[in-house]
């Protein structure tokens, strides 16, 4: 079953929005915050804390030998970014693929304080969040980067993503194919060189 499509926010309109309700916020603590965001049907909530900027796509140059799930290389803020499908990487089934026309899409960039050039592909920003707002499903049999699942009060599924254990994680750092991630040692070279 497909949801309505609703209208989506511009860009400007919408960190405006993020922009407000951050400053609101700096008076109250806040138990946890969010960014609602949705790849391909699949709802995820990044942490405020660990996520940087929203950009609108821009030129992205393919990558020979990666991983399927990344979907090239783009030029942001001067630095070189890998942008993924987050979903294909966690493992997840896609709940609605994107429809003909309707090919509106983000780069939400992992903070630079991670230390990784990474954006994620999202489709739609579900604005913020708090604890609030959710019941926590579970933690356990969750893949590396999703911190735990938990659904809202209308009963959709979310996962809460941890973008440090996915800065961290080996397979995110190396995205190169098997074939083309193994390490030459130095009796390869002289073995190599000798023949």
């Known amino acids: 079953m497909t949801e309505p499509v ?5 860009l400007q309109a919408f960190q405006a929005e993020l922009a407000r309700k951050l400053a609101e ?11 609602g965001v949705s790849w391909q049907g699949v709802r995820a909530l990044l942490p405020l804390a660990q996520a940087g900027e929203i950009f609108h796509p821009t ?7 990666t991983q399927p799930w990344v979907l090239g ?26 429809r003909d026309g309707d090919d509106t899409v ?7 304080a991670l230390g990784l050039g990474v954006a994620l592909c999202v489709d739609r920003l579900l604005g913020l969040h708090t604890s609030a707002d959710f019941v926590v499903e579970g933690a356990g ?3 590396v980067g999703v911190r735990q699942l938990c659904r809202d009060a209308q009963g959709q599924r979310w996962l809460e993503l941890d ?24 009796s390869d070279t002289v073995r190599s060189r000798d023949a």
Do not use: K, N
Request: hydrophobic share 45%; aromatic share 8%.
């Open 6 to 10: 609703a209208p989506r926010p511009s």
């Open 25 to 35: 916020s700096a008076d109250r603590p806040l138990a946890s915050g969010w960014l």
């Open 59 to 65: 030129l992205m140059q393919r990558v020979p030998h």
């Open 73 to 98: 290389v783009a030029s942001l803020r001067g630095g070189l970014t890998l942008v993924v499908d987050w979903v294909r990487y966690l493992g997840l089934p896609r709940q609605t693929l994107l």
């Open 106 to 112: 983000y780069w939400v960039s992992i903070s630079p």
């Open 141 to 143: 049999e969750c893949p």
């Open 163 to 186: 973008l440090i254990a996915l800065a961290q994680s080996p397979d995110f750092l190396d995205p190169r194919l098997p074939a083309f991630a193994r390490q030459t040692s130095v």
